[in-house]
Structures are given as C-alpha cells and as structure tokens.
C-alpha cells in the first residue's frame, strides 16, 4: 500500500476501519529517548511506508512531545474513529513534582564536642534510602577521634526515622536534601545538644490522564 | 569537660583537613588578625580551651605562612587555603598587581563638630582596580590561567585600606561588548547587592549594606549595583 493508492489520509484511515479493524498510533518515551508506532489489529507496522510515516507524524507534532526531552515520562495511544474521521484516545503524564515534608526527627550530640555546624545529607530514591550521612563541619580548629564516633552513631540514630518518613510519602521519586544545623540552633537538655529537623525536600510522581482527539487534514 | 592530647589531634584549616597542629598554627597567624580574632572563632568551645592557652602562649612567635611558601605548594587545595588566609590585601601587595583604572570622587557630607554642631566636610574617596595575571599564581596549574581582578578602597572613616576580589565582568565590562574597558567605579559597585526596586539612598558600613526605601519600592531578586546607581545612590560609606 503506498501514499499513491490512497492520495489523503483520511482515505487510507477510512479503508483500513471500513471491516472493524483497529488502526492505532501508541507513543512511549520521556527523559530524552521515546518512540511512536502504528499498529493494525495490534501488529506493528515495522517499516511505515510514506503515508502511514505521515500519519504517525502527525500524531506526533499534535502530541507535542517533539524528542521526549525532558525530565517527564508519557505513554498514549489514539485509534482512529471512522465515524469521527478523528484519531481518539488518551495520554498519561508523568512529571516529578518537589514538595516539603513536615516531620520531627531527633538530632542528638554529646554536649561537649564541638563544630560549627552539622550536615546532614540524604539521598533517596523511590525504594529506599542511598545515602544518609553525619558530617561535622568544623572551619577551623581541632577534629578527634570523638568527632568520628558521634558522626557514625548520629548516622545510625537517623536513618531508621529517614526511613519512617520517607516510606509514609505517597508516589515518592526520591529524596535529595542537605540538612545545615549551626551549633547555636541546638538547645541543651543536660549533657547534650538536641535540634529537632523539622522539614526536609523530596519529589514525587504527579500524572494526569488527558483525552486526546486529532483531526486528519482534508 | 574532656580534653585531647593537643599533639595528635588533626587539625582543620578553612575547612580542609590534614593539618599537623604546628602547620595550622602557622596558616592561623596568616589568617587572623590578632590573637583575639582567632579566639572568638575558633576556640569558643569550652574544651578548646587548653587548645586556645597553647595558640596564646605561642602566638607572638609564630611565623605566619608567607605568599611565597603559597606559590612554591604544589597542593593545589593547600595552595588555595593558604591564599585564602594570606588575604586578598596581602596578595594584591605581594604580587605587582597592574593597575587598570583609578577614579577619585569627591564627596560632601554632613558631619558633626564636638558642641554636636552640624559642618560640611568635603573629601576625596579614591577606588583602584587591579589585575592579577593568573600565572603568578598557578605558574604549575595550566598553561594560561586566568587574571584576578580586585579592587582597591579605603574606609572614609579610618582611612584603613580595603581590598575586594571581583569577577572580570565587573573589572572590564560585559565580555559582549566589543570595547571592554576597565572601571573602579563599576567594580566597586559590583561589591554591593540589594533586594529593592528604587532605592532612595544606600549606606555601607563594612559588609552590611542597608538600603532606604522609597515609596516606589517592592522587593525584588538581589542585584548588583550599576555604576550610575553607585554615583547617584550611596550616601555612606564606612
């Protein structure tokens, strides 16, 4: 079949309907690589001749999804209705959305070492946490043994209540923060120094289903 | 309270870390004015104390690391630490910076005689700004690093002498245009960002910038001053 048996697409859509077929244009991509393609009851076209490429095009300008660039993923399919003489169907969208999540996280020291601040950094994914570490930050001055120890046992204490938080996040894509807490921020309670974090970033999953229709040119 | 054995702790200089106590001495003496600069930001833990006594003790004998020792250190991380604490003042000294542009402005301000009795003073405020070509400073690094650029000012007040690092757009003008050309005005400009549309006057007193606001003031994104908004805004500098 070839551009020159069927001059518009409308024509070629309607011949390849008139008996109930199926004719489908389904997309897949997102993050800089994706693929559109046609199918006829299911089969996929391996090689489109030039008509069948100009429908999948057309489909593809409408969709608007150009080289999948981005940091999004999108999945759709339109089949073509000869009734309508339109290409009708749906896309999902799927984008990462940051978001702040409340919390109240016990960070506790000794009361009688000393730095400047302490970072907390963490790095998680949807599954689990990757990386979570304690580091005392010091500008200038004098670093122990004791700083490594409380560092490890602070790492220790986090990672379970880290743990807790992020697997109460609903669709979460991951987490990437580094918690500053300056020395002043801590209060004392006896022989140690307490901050409570309060707050830390994360993103996660936001899709929308949209109805999509495509005219055919005439 | 807890102490540590002085002699085998590690130290940290300008946040690297590897330094033998008599080494960060040495980087500390450079790095801070006086011995009470290095006490209120180093030693203000009370189990630094025994580290603070031995600083103090030693303080007036300590040799200060010096540009030259800076330019011989093949650590690269190390080197940058040491200029860090060497300073821009000493570094621009040290080095025969060329001098790319000086502008004097005068000023008139109100000042007040001992029987509180507003006068007029007038004076002359200078800004200098130098280069530094960067092979004096990465000779061993690459093979054309690029220039430093500071400007040079002194406090209206105290006549102390300032020195400011900028960046080479601020030094020569945007990299765009085709005639770039060096101005100490804009570069010290570029030391001063604030927050609001329409200022209606600006004063400096050291690193704290405080900007007037008018009544056509909003908030904005932070900004870099423009050399007009210098010469027409800055009432006083101290």
């Not at chain 1, 006829?40 to 999804?65: C, G, K, M, V």
């Not at chain 1, 921020?185 to 006896?190: H, I, L, N, T, V």
Request: proline share 4%; glycine share 4%.
């Amino acid at each position: 079949m070839t551009h020159k048996d069927y001059p518009t697409m409308t024509e070629y859509c309607q011949k390849i309907t008139e008996n109930g077929q199926q004719l489908c244009v389904s997309w897949n991509g997102g993050h800089d690589s994706g693929y559109f393609e046609m199918s006829i009851n299911e089969e996929i076209i391996d090689t489109p001749d030039d008509l069948q490429n100009a429908i999948i095009d057309l489909i593809a300008d409408n969709t608007d999804y150009g080289s999948f660039a981005g940091s999004f993923d999108t999945e759709g399919e339109v089949y073509y209705n000869p009734a309508t003489k339109c290409f009708e169907g749906n896309d999902r969208y799927t984008d990462t959305r940051e978001e702040v999540k409340e919390c109240s996280m016990e960070v506790r020291v000794p009361r009688d070492i000393w730095f400047d601040s302490i970072d907390i950094q963490l790095h998680a994914d949807e599954m689990e946490i990757e990386e979570l570490s304690a580091f005392m930050v010091i500008k200038d001055g004098a670093r122990t043994r004791q700083h490594d120890v409380i560092e490890a046992t602070l790492q220790k204490a986090l990672i379970p209540q880290f743990t807790n938080e992020i697997e109460s996040i609903k669709d979460i894509s991951g987490a990437w923060d580094v918690i500053t807490i300056n020395y002043k921020d801590f209060s004392a309670e006896k022989s140690e120094l307490v901050f409570y974090i309060k707050k830390f970033d994360y993103s996660f999953y936001f899709s929308t289903d949209s109805e999509i229709k495509i005219d055919l040119p005439n | 309270m807890p102490t540590f054995k002085l002699h085998s702790a590690e130290y940290i200089v300008s946040h690297m870390r590897g330094f033998s106590l008599s080494e960060a001495m040495r980087f500390w003496k450079a790095k801070f004015e006086s011995i009470n600069h290095f006490k209120r930001d180093v030693t203000h833990h009370p189990a630094l104390k025994d580290l603070e006594a031995f600083v103090e003790e030693h303080w007036e004998t300590i040799q200060p690391i010096t540009v030259q020792e800076a330019l011989q250190e093949t650590n690269m991380e190390k080197r940058r630490v040491m200029f860090d604490c060497i300073g821009v003042s000493r570094l621009f000294q040290s080095l025969d910076p060329t001098l790319l542009d000086k502008q004097v402005i005068s000023k008139v301000r109100n000042r007040w005689d001992k029987k509180n009795k507003p006068y007029e003073h007038t004076f002359d405020d200078t800004y200098e700004l130098y280069r530094l070509d960067g092979n004096k400073l990465f000779k061993s690094e690459q093979s054309d690093p690029n220039p430093v650029f500071a400007v040079r000012c002194w406090c209206t007040t105290t006549e102390r002498e300032y020195w400011i690092y900028i960046p080479e757009e601020a030094a020569l003008g945007n990299s765009i245009s085709s005639s770039r050309n060096p101005d100490a005005i804009r570069a010290i400009a570029w030391t001063i960002r604030i927050d609001i549309s329409h200022p209606k006057r600006i004063f400096r007193q050291g690193d704290i910038i405080v900007a007037e606001q008018s009544p056509q003031s909003t908030d904005t994104a932070p900004y870099h001053l423009s050399k007009e908004q210098y010469l027409s805004l800055m009432y006083s500098e101290t």
